[in-house]
């Protein structure tokens, strides 16, 4: 796939089918992904891959605890609040992926589903996780949003759709334990993949973005 049309026609998905991604696909994303741009070329990334049914049994230990509203850790502080115009998009995010499952604002337990789906994975065979070392500060973040777009992106470009997932960072000390990773790493993010399920209503929701000329300023 070309790059531009790669970029423009990646979307997040939000429901998968259970078939599994071959390993051999998963190593050559991963293969493409060593190939990003890192501060001073420090390469903080650190990759699990959970897949199968070890992805079964952390989905079912992290569901739990958001089921259950337990105390959230993450290692990355979540956003307290958003200036004005940000929280607008945000809102309409919420509303639109709302509308597109047909749950009304008041109907909390509709509301509780949609954000459990998260904890599921959205139904995908994989989930992939990114760590930093704890010691690592704002510039490794930065690479790693590099990190993980080139990875969603190499994935799209295979037929292996992706959704980021900040939510699962709640539960990143129970993570690691799953994992036996140790608690001084940073998880930055997960990484819900796999192949999209046409009949997952949440994929016909498509995100509003802004127009080049509401971000920029030229200057000539
Ligand atoms: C850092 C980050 C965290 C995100 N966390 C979540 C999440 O927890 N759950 C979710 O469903 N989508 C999550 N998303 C996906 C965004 O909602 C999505 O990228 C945005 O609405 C734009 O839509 P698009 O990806 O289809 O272009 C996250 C995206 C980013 C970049």
Wanted: hydrophobic content about 35%; proline content about 7%.
């Amino acid at each position: 796939m070309e790059t531009l049309e790669g970029i423009k026609t990646r979307q997040s998905i939000r429901g998968f089918k259970p078939t599994p991604i071959p390993k051999d696909m998963i190593n050559k994303i991963l293969e493409a992904v060593s190939n990003t741009p890192s501060y001073t070329n420090t390469q903080p990334w650190e990759v699990a891959v959970v897949c199968g049914k070890k992805k079964d049994e952390l989905s079912k230990v992290i569901f739990e605890l958001a089921r259950a509203k337990a105390p959230t850790h993450p290692d990355l502080p979540m956003p307290k609040g958003w200036p004005a115009a940000h929280d607008a998009r945000a809102h309409e995010h919420g509303a639109r992926r709302l509308d597109t499952l047909g749950i009304e604002r008041g109907d909390e337990e509709g509301r509780e589903r949609l954000r459990l789906m998260n904890f599921e994975f959205y139904g995908a065979p994989c989930a992939v996780f990114l760590f930093i070392d704890g010691s690592l500060g704002e510039w490794s973040t930065f690479d790693m949003g590099l990190f993980a777009q080139n990875f969603i992106l190499a994935a799209h470009s295979l037929g292996v759709e992706s959704v980021l997932q900040a939510s699962v960072t709640n539960y990143a000390p129970e993570i690691k334990k799953f994992l036996g990773i140790p608690e001084s790493k940073k998880l930055v993010i997960g990484i819900s993949l796999g192949y999209p399920d046409e009949k997952a209503k949440l994929n016909n929701y498509r995100s509003i973005k802004q127009k080049p000329e509401e971000f920029t300023k030229w200057y000539e």
